[in-house]
């Protein structure tokens, strides 16, 4: 299985400021996923960036992958309060099997 | 159609009472996980499905804990002899299972208070 982990694990900015969060991982992935979870509601996916690719754009989420380094860092530009939630990465090898999540990274937009 | 749905979305027991909790994931998927979530923490992997394969309950806390996957589908979670520290929010999702390319869509959960 594979588990990624997040850090930092709480962040608090001002509306309109960038956040940045970061995942580090242990096994050699196929790709890295990343989700957001609302209030203790269920996890919503939001982007996955294959290990062949470096860089990922998705509306004003930047994700990044250095497989050299095992690290993944998801980049939310221009956030607003509703941004505020939990962050998790979820990374997937080769091999077919579960794929477990971290305690995330908690973000608090402040408007 | 729809999505991975749970019931029920809250449940309120006494200390000592068994309960079941139920998740309809969605229709195709062949994968199955239970997740727990304590109040401001992570989530806590407790077991996973995937077709006819042996269930992997690696991530269930204590025999209290036990699931079942019946046709494939519906799955239930129940707990026995509940005790307080059970409190949680209780996650389902379900996945297409297609070797690395998995993306797991999760049900609102089901809010457990044991009293």
């Known amino acids: 299985s594979q588990q990624g982990e997040e850090d930092p694990q709480a962040l608090s900015i001002q509306e309109g400021e960038n956040a940045t969060m970061n995942c580090s991982y242990k096994t050699s992935i196929n790709n890295l996923q990343w989700y957001r979870q609302n209030s203790g509601r269920g996890l919503v996916h939001l982007i996955l960036?294959?290990?062949?690719?470096r860089e990922k754009h998705s509306g004003r989420l930047r994700v990044t992958l250095d497989t050299s380094k095992k690290s993944s860092s998801l980049l939310i530009t221009a956030s607003r309060a509703a941004d505020t939630a939990s962050y998790f990465c979820?990374?997937?090898?080769?091999?077919?099997?579960?794929?477990?999540f971290g305690d995330g990274t908690t973000l608090t937009v402040k408007p | 159609g729809a999505g991975v749905s749970q019931s029920p979305s809250n449940k309120v027991t006494e200390k000592g009472k068994d309960v079941e909790l139920r998740c309809d994931p969605i229709?195709?998927?062949?994968?199955l996980y239970w997740y727990r979530q304590s109040l401001g923490q992570g989530l806590e992997f407790l077991i996973y499905?995937?077709?006819?394969?042996?269930?992997?309950k690696s991530g269930l806390p204590s025999d209290r804990f036990s699931a079942e996957r019946t046709g494939g589908s519906v799955s239930t979670l129940t707990i026995q002899r509940t005790q307080q520290e059970d409190s949680a929010v209780y996650l389902c999702?379900?996945?297409?299972?297609?070797?690395?390319?998995?993306?797991?869509?999760f049900g609102p959960g089901t809010r457990l208070l044991v009293l």
């Open positions: 999702a379900s996945s297409s299972q297609q070797g690395a390319h998995e993306t797991q869509y």
């Open positions: 979820a990374p997937r090898g080769t091999n077919a099997g579960k794929s477990t």
């Open positions: 229709s195709g998927h062949t994968a």
């Open positions: 499905f995937q077709g006819n394969s042996a269930p992997d």
């Open positions: 960036i294959r290990s062949n690719e």
